[in-house]
């Protein structure tokens, strides 16, 4: 496991070895609010800061933005006290934390929110069979900029080390991404430059209210596994772009086909996306999909497929997975 107990630094943040536990959804929230059951099930999967970094659950910048009933929030500035006792949480067990950053787009229930839901397009999102969504116009796009950069300023507020924006699993800045979603005949559609144009808006907004001296990485669903989606040269070209923008690191997962491919398996099987990225950018490139052992983490880094393996059902299922493998049990 030479490789993966490795240290690094990304930005300014230095990781004691190259695991990563990526965001996954705890439905712990209480009206968006950290609640006891959100600080029990942090605590137990970072204790004895064996993991690398820890990224949160996808948090919602806005009430539109909203996935699900339990889901975490940081729209508000009331938000921030409860979000610092996280961080303090995971900082106690000795890992650092970021905070992923989401809007759901045309994925948000309009009985959760209350309010109509919006996406690229007036499409349908393949991810699930949802309501079309109204078509984000001018005045909506300057929105989203904003409140994705008021919650980069309240992650910072609350001590995360960093933040994560959300562009996979079929949520709004993917449905930018994918020409699935993406049927805007506008600067923001058609070609792969136009859909990543919020993108950029959206980085260089989070630069500006948090700093350069920051760490901001994006999750990428470079690719969509579906027939018209987004491929692995999309993705490459688009992660790219990123670095360029101002990017620390680049996440990989799916698109719209969400964080699992069928008929796709073993160890890393998101791998093929994330080495065409590696040839494309500088900055560190995390990869996480079916990981399960230390070993296929410690292949995949030899390889040269990423920098940094995230490792989540496992740590899911066995909360002292990390511990076993970083300590050669």
């Given at each position: 496991m030479r490789l993966l107990r490795e240290p690094v630094t990304i930005k300014n943040v230095t990781l004691k070895n190259r695991l990563v536990m990526p965001p996954m959804a705890t439905e712990k929230a209480d009206?968006?609010?950290?609640?006891?059951?959100?600080?029990?099930?942090?605590?137990?999967?970072?204790?004895?800061?064996?993991?690398?970094?820890?990224?949160?659950?996808?948090?919602?910048?806005?009430?539109?933005?909203?996935?699900?009933?339990?889901?975490?929030?940081?729209?508000?500035?009331?938000?921030?006290?409860?979000?610092?006792?996280?961080?303090?949480?995971?900082?106690?067990?000795?890992?650092?934390?970021?905070?992923?950053?989401?809007?759901?787009?045309?994925?948000?229930?309009?009985?959760?929110?209350?309010?109509?839901a919006y996406g690229a397009s007036a499409v349908t999102n393949p991810r699930r069979g949802t309501r079309v969504p109204v078509a984000l116009d001018a005045a909506g796009l300057d929105k989203i900029v904003r409140d994705f950069a008021a919650a980069a300023r309240r992650a910072k507020e609350a001590g995360f080390d960093g933040v994560e924006l959300h562009s996979a699993h079929g949520y709004l800045l993917d449905q930018f991404y994918s020409p699935l979603t993406n049927r805007r005949g506008d600067e923001y559609?058609?070609?792969?430059?136009?859909?990543?144009?919020?993108?950029?808006?959206?980085?260089?907004?989070?630069?500006?209210?948090?700093?350069?001296?920051?760490?901001?990485?994006?999750?990428?669903?470079?690719?969509?596994?579906?027939?018209?989606?987004?491929?692995?040269?999309?993705?490459?070209?688009?992660?790219?772009?990123?670095?360029?923008?101002?990017?620390?690191?680049?996440?990989?997962?799916?698109?719209?086909?969400?964080?699992?491919?069928?008929?796709?398996?073993?160890?890393?099987?998101?791998?093929?996306?994330?080495?065409?990225?590696?040839?494309?950018?500088?900055?560190?490139?995390?990869?996480?999909?079916?990981v399960v052992t230390g070993a296929g983490a410690e292949k995949l880094l030899w390889e040269g497929k990423a920098d940094l393996i995230g490792v989540g059902r496992a740590i899911l299922q066995d909360?002292?997975?990390?511990a076993r493998v970083m300590s050669g049990a």
């Open positions: 009206r968006g609010a950290v609640t006891a059951a959100t600080l029990a099930w942090y605590d137990e999967k970072s204790r004895g800061g064996f993991i690398g970094l820890v990224e949160t659950e996808h948090c919602y910048v806005s009430p539109e933005g909203q996935a699900s009933p339990c889901q975490l929030s940081i729209s508000r500035d009331s938000d921030v006290e409860g979000l610092s006792r996280l961080v303090r949480t995971v900082h106690a067990n000795g890992s650092p934390l970021v905070a992923q950053l989401n809007h759901a787009g045309s994925l948000a229930k309009e009985e959760v929110t209350g309010l109509p559609g058609i070609s792969p430059e136009n859909r990543v144009r919020l993108h950029g808006r959206v980085i260089a907004a989070v630069r500006e209210a948090v700093g350069d001296d920051y760490l901001v990485a994006l999750r990428l669903g470079a690719g969509d596994y579906m027939p018209g989606g987004a491929t692995a040269e999309d993705g490459a070209r688009a992660a790219a772009f990123f670095e360029r923008c101002g990017v620390d690191m680049i996440s990989l997962s799916g698109g719209m086909c969400g964080y699992i491919v069928p008929g796709l398996d073993g160890e890393g099987y998101f791998s093929r996306l994330s080495a065409a990225v590696k040839e494309k950018v500088s900055v560190p490139v995390l990869l996480t999909g079916g909360s002292g997975w990390a």
